[in-house]
């Protein structure tokens, strides 16, 4: 198969049998009024990871509604679950826990509409004589929520998923982000000072804009750092750079982005050398930028796009038949983006992440100068003042990562006579399982555990890992003088680990992650001390500050005869799985607190995975809020109710929040600025991931 035709995927449109109903009514032989009457607390299901920003929003906004409605009629307290590292694993879990029918399934969860489109199937009906997936319409209104308070841009997902009825509100869109292109400023100081030198053009009001000054202003401090990691000059790129031409278009137009990020990437000797781990730009979710660009280059037509909705018998239908027609304007311009996308890839200007994987974990460390990723993961994109990031490289070669990411330090415990493997990640010990392990014989702690923690693939990673618990003297999770490590490397990484195996480290074998989905596979080395280490403790210098994070919006258009500048709008929606009467009702009232425009006084404050508040946490207290105010503050995400265009950002330190209310509000008063939001329904999510498979090809 040629690569051309890799790219046109073809999924089946067979429809499913559409039989889910809409509202909390039942039918088949369920009492629904009786069905969960004794139900005595509810539980809301995220993705988010304990101590986290969206976690801690999500358990303050509980604590808050457990104590001040308690009186409420329709009243259960709400617990917050971790349903998984990821929305796909999210998802998977729910719909693992409904087929299974087990008790702790949850009432709510923040996800994607492929979540509601799997609940309103047939299938789920068919299994439980009722349906699953919760209308937020109610015929008491004290409880009842629709989407009239939402922005009507952002209601579309109830009417563009699968399955869904055209009548009810089955997804409540509260936390909005879109994509956002994050710039390194000593990085790029360092390339702009340099091609400066060397002859190119800057265009003078992109040299007088604000963007530029700080850029210029905000990268001089790490500039020795910068200079020492990237290298000087390539003397053989001298007339490359003089034919460039540096303007505003650059950054707006990917096309051009990616014409200067292969220049840039062969102007200097480190990131022009085989197998460098500097780059230009990294995108993180390759498959949403995909699908916006074509949307873009066909000027916004829904009707030429190759994903289709429609309605059959009332309720939504998605289908990918035009992704086979390469006839079609949107799978030309589909083609044209790929085809220039390999050429970055091959120049390695490009890169792709994927499998957890983020930009930020290395712009950090000045190894990009671009990063397109998520506006909800702020914090994750500039190391704070007082912070140190410990990174380790494998003496002598270019195998280098971080503490608790690529080196995790290692210890054992002993169970019933039995030496157990364990990996140290931030201060929690996670297992390495022995390739024989019974998942289901496993205790309730154990399989909570399983989304962190490892599996051997084979018997000969069992013998190894037999051999290496003999040499690992540490018990202590918590021990700060363990020397020991296991060098975690992906197994398709191969440079990496011919280097590693060449320098000495001890191989250990190959090891998958236990997580239910998006599960990588590692080559793992035993490392007993770290005289084959080069320790590095980065602070504020040799990092990227939060003042030198410089915010770009994403490239909306191809190229400059684009009429339409397309924003790729994402994030969770508020999902409710129907369980019965009281808790149907008790979910409700949860979600009327969420959506309220009632004005309240709550602190964030930082908790653990059992909603116990750190003996860490830094309270904040918020006055006269409403819960979308306090989401959108506290954990980077918009929610938006209408109006929200007008609001106040002028005392918002989050920057990554600034831009999304920006580049919507433009989205909201300016006709040439659209959203793009992805339909959803059951094929959505290997479609997804065949699109970015094919781009990723290249990697």
């Known amino acids: 198969m040629s690569k051309k035709n890799k790219l046109m995927i073809g999924l089946s449109s067979t429809a499913i049998p559409l039989l889910a109903a809409v509202s909390a009514k039942c039918g088949g032989t369920v009492n629904y009024e009786d069905l969960g009457k004794d139900a005595k607390k509810i539980s809301l299901g995220v993705s988010f990871s304990s101590g986290q920003p969206q976690w801690n929003t999500m358990a303050s906004l509980i604590k808050y509604y457990n104590e001040a409605h308690k009186n409420d009629k329709h009243f259960l307290p709400v617990e917050l679950k971790h349903l998984g590292s990821g929305y796909p694993e999210g998802e998977n879990t729910v719909i693992t826990e409904l087929k299974a029918k087990r008790n702790e399934v949850v009432n709510l969860a923040f996800n994607y509409g492929s979540l509601a489109s799997r609940l309103a199937s047939s299938e789920m009906r068919d299994l439980y004589k009722m349906d699953k997936v919760l209308n937020f319409e109610d015929n008491d209104k004290d409880i009842s929520v629709d989407l009239k308070n939402i922005n009507e841009q ?55 804009s604000t963007k530029y000054k700080e850029i210029i202003e905000n990268g001089k401090g790490d500039e020795d750092e910068v200079k020492k990691l990237w290298g000087e000059f390539e003397s053989s790129q001298e007339s490359a750079v003089k034919s460039l031409t540096i303007s505003s278009s650059t950054f707006e137009n990917l096309e051009e982005l990616l014409t200067f990020a292969n220049i840039a990437q062969k102007s200097f000797k480190n990131s022009a050398a085989k197998n460098s781990r500097l780059h230009i730009l990294g995108v993180d979710d390759v498959s949403g930028l995909i699908q916006s660009l074509p949307y873009a280059m066909i000027n916004a037509d829904a009707n030429d796009f190759f994903i289709q909705t429609g309605l059959v018998k009332n309720k939504t239908t998605v289908n990918y038949k035009k992704i086979k027609d390469k006839n079609n304007k949107s799978v030309k311009a589909l083609s044209e983006i790929y085809n220039k996308f390999k050429d970055s890839l091959i120049a390695k200007s490009l890169t792709l992440l994927a499998g957890g994987e983020y930009t930020s974990s290395y712009q950090t460390k000045h190894e990009y100068a671009f990063g397109i990723g998520s506006t909800a993961g702020y914090r994750h994109n500039y190391i704070p003042d007082k912070a140190k990031k410990v990174v380790f490289t494998l003496k002598d070669t270019a195998v280098s990562g971080e503490k608790d990411t690529e080196f995790k330090n290692v210890i054992k415990k002993t169970k019933k006579g039995i030496d157990q493997l364990l990996v140290i990640s931030k201060g929690h010990a996670n297992k390495v399982y022995k390739s024989t392990v019974d998942i289901d014989k496993l205790d309730d702690k154990e399989k909570g555990s399983l989304k962190y923690s490892y599996k051997s693939l084979d018997s000969a990673t069992d013998s190894k890992m037999y051999e290496i618990l003999k040499k690992i003297t540490n018990t202590d999770a918590k021990a700060k003088n363990n020397n020991q490590w296991l060098l975690f490397l992906r197994e398709d990484n191969e440079s990496d680990i011919k280097a590693a195996k060449g320098k000495g480290a001890e191989e250990v074998g190959t090891v998958i992650e236990t997580k239910i989905s998006g599960a990588s596979k590692y080559k793992i080395f035993f490392l007993n001390d770290e005289s084959l280490l080069n320790r590095k403790e980065l602070s504020s210098k040799g990092t990227l500050q939060e003042n030198e994070l410089i915010v770009f919006a994403v490239p909306g258009k191809w190229n400059k005869h684009n009429e339409k500048r397309v924003i790729y709008s994402q994030g969770p929606s508020l999902i409710g799985i129907s369980r019965g009467a009281k808790p149907d009702r008790a979910a409700k009232n949860f979600a009327k607190f969420l959506t309220s425009l009632d004005k309240i006084d709550i602190t964030l404050s930082k908790y653990d995975k059992d909603m116990k508040k750190t003996e860490d946490s830094e309270d904040k207290p918020y006055k006269q809020v409403t819960p979308a105010q306090f989401i959108s503050d506290a954990a980077s995400y918009v929610f938006p109710v209408k109006g929200f265009e007008n609001t106040d950002t002028s005392k918002i330190t989050n920057k990554y929040i600034v831009h999304t209310y920006n580049e919507l509000k433009e989205a909201v008063t300016n006709k040439n600025v659209v959203i793009y939001e992805e339909p959803a329904g059951f094929h959505s999510s290997s479609f997804r991931e065949s699109l970015g498979s094919a781009f990723n090809q290249h990697i």
């Open 154 to 208: 952002f209601a579309r997902a109830n009417s563009n998923t699968e399955n869904l009825p055209n009548n009810g509100t089955f997804m409540i869109p509260m936390l909005k982000s879109i994509q956002v292109m994050s710039a390194n400023a000593p990085v790029l100081q360092y390339i702009f000072k340099t091609f400066k030198d060397k002859g190119a053009k800057f265009d003078e009001s992109f040299e007088n």
